[in-house]
């Protein structure tokens, strides 16, 4: 098994298919992947798209985001997914560790991710490497549907 993770730099048609199915194993409610709405992501300075691949297939993807604050620099993990049949390969663990050393290269004070209460492996695998708990409310506004 030979696990690769890197920083997507182009948007290329590879990605493009590649997200367009894994996506939808994190949201069903996402909309379609596009090369324009990853151009978008990859072309922003403050995100970081990894890209995992397992013998060459891109298998999972995770956006960090580093951004100021007037209290110090801060990174938030959004959209970690990884392909169902490659899932218990130490994929996720690669992409998320590639992402903290990041968001610590960068200057970044901490790193916060929302995971929902069902993605029991995602939660052990987060707390494992070092994300607690917060005593927090999530709240959101949605400005679309």
């Not at 999972?60 to 110090?72: N, R, S």
């Not at 990041?102 to 200057?107: I, K, S, T, V």
Request: hydrophobic share 45%; charged share 20%; glycine share 6%.
């Amino acid at each position: 098994m030979a696990l690769e993770i890197h920083k997507a730099c182009e948007v290329t048609d590879e990605l493009v298919e590649a997200c367009a199915r894994l996506i939808p194993q994190l949201s069903k409610s996402a909309p379609p992947v596009t090369a324009a709405s990853l151009e978008k992501v990859v072309a922003c300075p403050t995100n970081t798209l990894f890209v995992a691949r397992l013998d060459g297939r891109i298998v999972g993807t995770l956006t960090l985001v580093v951004f100021p604050t007037p209290t110090g620099y801060r990174a938030w993990i959004e959209d970690v997914v990884v392909d169902g049949a490659a899932q218990g390969r130490q994929v996720g663990s690669a992409l998320t560790t590639a992402a903290l050393a990041r968001a610590e290269e960068l200057g970044a004070r901490t790193v916060d991710l929302t995971s929902r209460s069902s993605r029991v492996a995602a939660n052990q695998l987060y707390r494992k490497l070092g994300f607690e708990p917060r005593e927090s409310n999530l709240l959101r506004f949605s400005l679309a549907d």
